[in-house]
């Protein structure tokens, strides 16, 4: 599984809340609508400036907060292909996988607003090409990759009609 894009940058504990705004969350269960709303409360234009394929780069314990599907579903429909941080809260990590958005943990000091990287899940591989230099990242076990290829893990099940990952 490759990715490409551009970095919009945010710091430590980025809540679910920032993600996506409850003020708009209860509001309506289309998940398109809701994506206009991402991030707008750390970054109001952050919408405006996606392009499909961005990344959204945190620090520690990035989405934190409620345990709702809303905010990676969300920030799927706003067509940012992953979310890269130093660490994730647990339940959020899970409803990324659960939902189908690649989460990416490593080092993300050498990584700013703007830069344009490429990822490798399946090898392991963060590539920034504006410094052209390599970060770390584990690569995502065979059945992690699996549920993202296929939309995640609601998706795997309508596909296969079972859990099994074989």
């Not at 609508?33 to 394929?53: C, I, N, Q, T």
């Not at 409803?95 to 000091?109: F, S």
């Not at 990287?117 to 690569?139: S, Y």
Request: glycine content about 10%; some cysteine.
């Amino acid at each position: 599984m490759d990715l490409k894009g551009k970095v919009h940058k945010f710091g430590d504990d980025v809540n679910t809340d920032y993600i996506i705004s409850g003020r708009h969350k209860f509001k309506t269960l289309d998940m398109k609508e809701l994506a206009k709303y991402v991030m707008e409360d750390l970054d109001p234009d952050f919408y405006s400036k996606v392009e499909k394929g961005d990344f959204i780069v945190g620090g520690r314990n990035f989405g934190c907060g409620s345990s709702r599907e809303q905010a990676p579903l969300a920030i799927i429909n706003a067509d940012i292909s992953a979310v890269i941080a130093k660490s994730f809260a647990r339940i959020f990590y899970r409803n990324c996988i659960n939902t189908g958005l690649p989460v990416i943990e490593c080092d993300t000091d050498q990584i700013d607003e703007g830069d344009e990287l490429e990822i490798n899940l399946g090898a392991g591989v963060l590539h920034n090409r504006t410094k052209n230099i390599d970060i770390k990242i584990a690569p995502l076990p065979g059945v992690m990759l699996k549920i993202l290829s296929e939309g995640g893990l609601v998706e795997h099940f309508k596909k296969h009609g079972t859990f099994n990952f074989d």
